[in-house]
């Protein structure tokens, strides 16, 4: 293992909201005991001040970064997180939870519901990222930890880190959001739907009701394909694949005659191993609801916000493309929010996040550094 | 009827290619019979010389212009094709051709196998841009028309126009290739796939062999789904959809919530009813397959092409970027070929060909006036 990994982790489970103190979900309904997922990485200073909260995407999980026992990949942002690396593990103590909704560990549609003795599946309330992050606040609190250093995340862990900045400002020193939107706009409801109509369109689906038996694969197959087209560019995919031909042609019809093809089916076959097709529309649903707007003027949305902002953006992302990232920058500077924006010139599209690694380092190493500095804190020897 | 609609017109039916003669596709098999449904639209000229062949686009067929009896809508480009109009059916005699593969009258996977006495299925041999123009130029020469005053199409029907331009330049005196491209890209590749692995996926598509069955309805509903997404923009969904929610919720989770939700499955039912699947696969693959660019350099590709050629594109359109429309330019004009270009600012993206209607005339009409001026044609007065 690499000097700068964290090294072997584990995944930790905390438990709370038992019945009959169930949380109120924001649509409304309860939902208890609640599982959250997570692991750390780092040591949690004396006055509890270095903690750095990192949330992840859609398809994401508690394992951000390190190695499981005997596992082939170290976490999803182990480039990021690590001894010297952009979040510096001998600086901060970083937590990464995984969501209520998923299938990673944390309560969702896959797990079992108390009050039947089977998996919830389509009985499992409706969620919203307020929930995730309402989810995540109980967890620090359980931490001991009354006001994270930084929360960072791309993607709907952007809109994660979004929503602490707008339901607890009062919790955070500094907030990094990364490829993300204030709302999901129809063209992005839009891949989703198509995602969800794919899954149900399954026969195997069930009216979700398809645990402990044949899961609907295919369906699940076809969701994430699209989601990998809307992640790449279309630069990074004529790099990538040009139209080179897929060098195995079988000789049934339609079977893949070019690189691309094959990739996406590998893909999508992948995906279906670790995740839950309910998940998938549960969480793809909880997107699509995303609008910190509603209801409220650009200017009112950040109002009580005295955390410092750096936001991040990539040129190449035609998913959550640069003016969402702006007018993220628009509503803080409105709020007279210290609000830093970087635009990174990356041909990978909305993977650049977990991609355009030394560029984020950089940039979100000097942003933490100054907020601890700010702060009188982050230094654990201190 | 409005003064300047065609009227009323009927699908013409052409065939050829009757066995032993059957036709050499470009992959190296053999169909034959072959019929192509058309119709036409104004008068040939005496001397032959005012024809303008429309080509559509992949859900396309025949019926550009007019009404057919007891029709709800007149054709697909009724609002470019008519007397006074865009192409001006007083002056030009108006030939739409449907494509070979597809199943809107023509020799396509649902048609009858002379051999078996059954529907092809997927013993339909695979077809490329190039055998649907071979079999264009056959009715064409059918119909004693020795040279095109032009070729005209958007997106699949702009390749075929590509196509023309390449394989019978000495067979037309101008060509107007809308929003399309030399060579589908990977993501343009991978968009199309996805749509073939929702059809494959569906239990009903029973490996092609569905017809008189159930057919692969929500397979293709999806597929059609996600072609919907990318023929609009960003910017045209969000003025038509903005998040405005669907009024019938239903109670059901995953029922729509939003407009735009309730669009793309109505989109995707309708396109069920009028379309077959395997010409989806078929016509998809075709798409995918082409590539004028394939051993050739860009100087090459139109060497021996002395018509004029009009290129159209469309700002928004991210499906076929403009950039595309640019390489069709640098290639007409490294062959020496007078060229004109023009990027229509228009925010609905693809869909743009068939709805700015207003520019399109004006440059269509202008370009094929001129041309005919030129050739000394086009006045079947004269």
Sequence with gaps: MADNSVGTVETQHFTFAQPPNELRLELGDKLGPITLAYETYG??????????????ALSGDAHAAGWHKNSK??????????????????QYFVICSNVIG?????????????????????????????????AQRQLVDYLGIDKLLAVIGGSMGGMQVLQ????????????????????HTPQQIAFNEVGRQAVMADPDWQNGNYYGKKVPA?????????????????????????????????????SPDFEVED???????????????????????????????????LNEVFKNLKAK??????????LYPTYQSQEIVKACKL?????????????????????????????????????????????KNK
């Design 43 to 56: 040591q949690l200073n004396q006055d509890k001040t270095n903690a750095v909260l990192v949330l992840h």
């Design 73 to 90: 990949n170290p976490g999803w942002w182990d480039s990021l997180i690590g001894p010297g690396k952009g979040i510096d593990t001998n």
């Design 218 to 254: 295919k369906g699940l197959a076809v969701a994430r394909m699209i989601g990998h087209i809307t992640y790449m560019s279309d630069t990074s995919m004529a790099e990538k694949f040009g139209r080179k031909t897929y060098p195995n042609k079988e000789t049934a019809k339609f």
């Design 309 to 318: 902002v750096l936001v991040l953006a990539f040129k190449s992302d035609w």
């Design 102 to 134: 998923g299938c990673r560990g944390s309560t969702g549609p896959s797990s079992i519901n108390p009050k039947t003795g089977k998996p919830y599946a389509l009985d499992f309330p409706l969620i919203t990222i307020a929930d995730m992050v309402e």
């Design 164 to 183: 602490w900045m707008a339901t607890y400002p009062e919790k955070i020193c500094a907030a990094i959001p990364i490829a993300t939107t204030l709302k």
């Design 335 to 379: 709020a007279g929010v210290n609000t830093s924006y970087c635009e990174i010139n990356s041909t990978y599209g909305h993977d650049a996040f977990l991609l355009e690694i030394e560029q984020e380092s950089k940039l979100i190493q000097h942003f933490l550094k100054t907020t601890a500095k700010e702060n009188g804190k982050g230094d």
């Design 263 to 297: 990739y996406l089916r590998h893909r999508g076959d992948n995906f279906v191993k670790r995740f839950d097709a309910n998940s998938y529309l549960y969480l793809t649903k909880a997107i699509d609801y995303f609008n910190l707007l509603n209801g409220h003027n």
